[in-house]
């Protein structure tokens, strides 16, 4: 099993970034798949972003294109949300997945940390 524990998360105001970290312990963590979601109020989990294991290729969301970067330390066995020029609606609880392959559906994803809570204020 994977365990994966997110940190990072913070109040912030508009423009501004933060930097979220995900740590997985457990199976190798380079063989997995990882993934940024969110899930603001009332709403559903949402893509973000996420890297495969084997090439590292990367995918966004249009929402967070240009802002946001996902990135991956196998040493540190960490993937990274780099957010950049925050705005109100990017406020959720950002969680951090795991899966064998990587794509935009949460169900996809086998493994999933707690979140951590993000809010962008005006």
């Known amino acids: 099993q994977v365990q994966l524990v997110e940190s990072g998360g913070g109040l912030v105001q508009a423009g501004g970034s933060l930097r979220l970290s995900c740590a997985a312990s457990?199976?190798?963590?380079?063989?997995?798949?990882l993934a940024w979601f969110r899930q603001a109020p009332g709403k559903e989990r949402e893509f973000v972003t996420a890297?495969?294991?084997?090439?590292?290729?990367?995918l966004y969301a249009d929402s967070v294109k240009g802002r946001f970067t996902i990135s991956r330390d196998n040493a540190k066995n960490t993937v990274y949300l780099q957010m950049n020029n925050l705005v109100p609606d990017d406020t959720a609880v950002y969680y951090c997945?795991?899966?064998?392959?990587?794509?935009?559906?949460?169900?996809?994803?086998?493994?999933w940390g707690q979140g951590t809570q993000v809010t962008v204020s005006s």
């Open positions: 457990g199976r190798a963590f380079s063989s997995y798949a």
């Open positions: 890297i495969s294991w084997r090439s590292s290729n990367t």
């Open positions: 997945a795991a899966d064998a392959r990587y794509g935009y559906q949460a169900s996809q994803y086998d493994y």
